[in-house]
């Protein structure tokens, strides 16, 4: 099934929420390596929410997770993502794409694009890297230039496009030093400066490579069956446009169809205790964010009213009368910002 929808606007009110610690800007380094989200104070007038993403690719770490926590801060939101993750031979690559910038645009969430500079040899594998850190004062840079920008968060990111060519030869040029130091092999340099001439060379070039590639992923994903996911029935894919004429490419667990309902399941399964992980469930909870605020929902031609639903599942028989007293109030805040925002959660043993 394939789902085409816009999104006007976003309005949602978030419960589920923590408070966020403190760090002043010259503690970024530690607020970095102790923290994935906080608030940062610039100076007595400029606070920041910060989160940032272990690799641009959006299934590792939770990032959503992350990003959702900052959603509730008043003032100016930001996301910080690695331009590429290169683990080493022995581990994962991954590039950043224009569909996830664009979703942080759709979100109001001003995103700035970092790189590694430093990183430590993982000591389980031969070709392989680990704790790997942002350069920090470009990282400050780029905070404090925000703290007094003025336009909105599609701008900024815009602006950061027309950085990403420059931004990922520099991170290149950085894995090729750690390589250097730590005595690890890295992916090949050549293909990933070939990889880099392709995506990054320009902003329309961005768009357009990153497009098809998420495209691809979309159709893909949906016919795989993801660890953490139990579905009774056949995901689907929806593809979103904005007023901006923006595209964001998803797949949804499940979707049925009943009248002139149109279901849209986000499922969140754990194998053990009672409900899934915090994260897992904010994660689940991005994708509510954004099916609360689809309009012109249409399949085959078709209109139909979106139901977002999403769907907590375990392996354990359910009884909320079992849940400790932290699970208890989550589950009490999810139950409440599903209620105020208009979406369903079903909870059910497998």
């Known amino acids: ?20 610690p403190f760090y002043h800007i010259n503690e970024i380094s530690k607020a970095l390596s102790e923290r994935g989200n906080f608030i940062l104070e610039i100076d007595k007038e400029n606070q920041i929410a910060i989160s940032w993403w272990v690799s641009p690719k959006r299934t590792r770490s939770y990032p959503y997770s992350r990003v ?6 008043a003032g100016k939101k930001v996301t910080i993502i690695p ?23 759709l979100l109001g969430i001003y995103t700035i694009v970092g790189y590694y500079v430093e990183a430590e040899r993982n000591p389980n594998f031969t070709n392989k890297i680990t704790n790997q850190k ?5 990282l400050k840079n780029e905070i404090v230039r925000l703290s007094y920008y003025q336009s909105d968060a599609l701008h900024w990111n815009l602006e950061q496009i027309d950085k990403i060519w420059e931004i990922a030869n520099r991170a290149l040029d950085f894995y090729n030093k750690i390589s250097k130091n730590l005595g690890v092999e890295m992916h090949s340099i050549v293909s990933a400066r070939k990889h880099i001439e392709k995506l990054y060379k320009s902003r329309e070039e961005f768009i ?54 149109i279901y849209l399941i986000e499922s969140k399964h754990t194998s053990k205790g009672l409900l899934p992980s ?51 109030e ?18 059910s043993s497998v």
Not at 68 to 73: A, N, Q
Not at 134 to 138: G, I, P, Q
Not at 335 to 341: F, M
């Open 330 to 347: 989550m589950l009490e805040a999810l139950e409440k910002e599903a209620e105020y925002n208009g979406f369903k959660i079903e909870i």
């Open 208 to 261: 357009k490579t990153s497009r098809n590639l998420a495209r691809k992923a979309q159709i893909r994903e949906t016919s795989t069956l993801q660890p953490k996911e139990f579905i009774a029935g056949k995901k689907g894919i929806i593809t979103i446009k904005n007023y901006l004429g923006g595209i964001y490419y998803f797949t949804c667990d499940e979707i049925k169809i009943e009248g002139k309902n």
């Open 134 to 138: 942002f350069d920090v004062e470009y």
């Open 83 to 105: 331009i590429m993750k290169d683990e080493g031979k022995d581990g994962d690559r991954d590039f950043l794409q224009w569909d996830t910038i664009s979703l942080m645009s």
């Open 68 to 73: 959702y926590d900052t959603l509730s801060f």
């Open 278 to 328: 915090e994260e897992d469930i904010k994660d689940g909870l991005l994708k509510m964010v954004l099916y609360t605020n689809l309009k012109n929902v249409m399949y085959e031609g078709r209109e139909y009213n979106a139901v977002p639903i999403l769907r907590l599942t375990t392996r354990s028989k359910f009884r909320k009368e079992l849940l400790p007293k932290s699970k208890l």
């Open 1 to 20: 099934m394939e789902i085409y929808a816009e999104v006007k606007g976003i309005r949602y009110k978030v419960f589920l929420k923590k408070p966020l």
